[in-house]
């Protein structure tokens, strides 16, 4: 059997994005394959929203290029609200719907489709100001797809959306993905980042790992261990009641029990390799 790459939806090559001195992205380059979702996580201020609004053609590079999508194949969900306050959740959609052409029985059966699937049947006459963060959110993201987009990209979706409702907020996406969008998310929920297809981790602006979840898994160097007390504080961080430690050449000097890094471990270990690197 032979397969075939999927088509490519967006791509940002080599992108530097700056904000007076501070270098917001710095040579980023990704790829969102049709039919995949690309989860884009990092700590605060790494760039995830700056890449997201660079894909969705509100910030132009300083250099590299990004290929997306025209404005109207693309829906965007803002780190903001997302929605108009004073309209109901039906009206928001009517009105994105309309935006992008949709009309009539057409709008109507895909509004009421997404109102179901995001949870929203008993707001949906509810202004968007008397709606919860989390149920914004997820209005928000609705909107982003009503008009089946060939490129979704939506910041944060899931902030502040309870764990329940999240799961709504996964099938949209994922259900969008199955057919033929391709996502791009920036998401701080790292279980969450391991179910997509393709994974982007920022730090300072930069692409410390990508590639799917196995991929980073397989691509991590170095030894995890886990103890109450680390041997080096410094390069020691908390998970539940211990604290693991990051080991990144092949020498361990503890007798420490040894873990298989999840993505937590992954992400905070290359972090703080590069931070290491960067300071030395
Ligand atoms: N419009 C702007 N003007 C000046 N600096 C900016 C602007 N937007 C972003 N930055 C800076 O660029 C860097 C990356 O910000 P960005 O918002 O992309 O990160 P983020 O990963 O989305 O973080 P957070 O999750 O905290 O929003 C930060 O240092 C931020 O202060």
Known sequence: MTTTAAATIAEARD?????????????????????AVVAVVGGDGAGKTTLLRAF??????????????????MGFLPAGPGSWAALTVRQNLDFVGGAYGLRGRELRSRRDELV??????????????????????????AMAMIHHPSL???????????????IDLWRMVSEAAAQGSGVIMSTTYLDEAERAAHLVVLDSGQVLVQGSYDDVRSGFTGTVTRSPDPVRR?????RGRERHEYWPSGSVDTDAPRVEPDLEDIVIAASLSRSMRTAS
């Not at 410094?234 to 908390?238: G, H, V």
Request: net charge positive; glycine share 12%; charged share 25%.
């Open 152 to 166: 979704v990209i939506l910041d944060e979706p899931s902030t502040g959306v309870d764990p329940v409702s999240r």
């Open 56 to 73: 969705a053609r509100e910030i132009v590079p300083g250099a590299g290029t990004v290929t997306s999508p025209d404005k109207n194949r």
């Open 234 to 238: 410094d390069w020691s961080w908390r």
């Open 15 to 35: 992108v530097t994005v700056r904000f007076g001195r501070r270098a917001a992205l710095a040579g980023v380059s990704v790829t969102v394959p049709a039919g």
């Open 116 to 141: 179901e699937r995001c949870g929203l049947t008993s707001a949906a006459d509810r202004q968007a100001s008397a709606l919860s963060g989390g149920m914004r959110r997820k209005l928000g993201a």
